[in-house]
């Protein structure tokens, strides 16, 4: 096997040189080109026979205090096809995220650079899975998404409902006929069916069943 050609995309540039000359130490690994800024990396990407330039590149997510490296990691994987590892001295989680969303394959911590060697190549023989780390912050970050759609659903629906039509789902979901809801609340049978009719334009639920069980399962009662 030729040796794994590499790209190192580092701000930090004695950070740079260390490991550089850490990873020209593996004989099955050769550091092919290095930056220390975005219009470096994106330069050599716009010109000639760039694409088996790389097999793999180590990109900083954090380029001049911006996390810019996420957007180079994408621009990098369309130009060359090569696995991007990102490399961050924190575990931020949204970052994280964000990077596996521009085609990166793993993230590294840069305190535990003795792990990049046998990262780098697989990599490059295409079996590196996401460590451990990384998919716990995934599925961290997939909660909190989670969270916010929930939370956003909620906030949705009760902006659109008026206090009224959630009393009156309330009561449908516990089993309330509309005769018996227009007694308890003193209305017609009439103004009943219209409310109804109206949450149902509104949420776009089949029925009022339906609706009243969407409410409920978004904590409105």
Known sequence: ????????????????????????????????????????????????????????????????GVPVGITLAEEVTMA????????????????????????????????????????ILAAARREAPISSLAAEQMREEFRRLKRMEREFEVKKM??????????????????????????RLVVSIRTVKNHINHILKKLGSKGSKEAAEEAKDKGLF
Do not use: C
Not at 92 to 117: H, T
């Open 158 to 183: 009760q902006d659109l409902i008026t206090p009224s039509e959630l009393e009156l789902l309330k009561l449908i979901d516990k089993g309330y006929t509309q005769t018996e809801i227009a007694n």
């Open 80 to 119: 060359t096809g090569a696995r991007v590892i990102m490399l961050t001295s924190m575990e931020e989680k949204e970052l994280i995220f964000r990077s596996f969303q521009a085609g990166a394959i793993d993230y590294q911590i840069k305190s535990e650079y003795e792990s990049l060697p046998a990262a």
């Open 1 to 64: 096997m030729s040796n794994v050609k590499v790209w190192i995309v580092e701000d930090d540039k004695d950070w740079l040189r260390g490991l550089r000359a850490y990873l020209g130490t593996h004989k099955d690994i050769e550091v092919t080109y290095t930056a220390d800024n975005p219009n470096d990396v994106r330069q050599t990407l716009s010109g000639e026979s760039i694409t088996d330039a790389a097999d793999v590149v180590l990109m900083d997510i954090m380029l001049d």
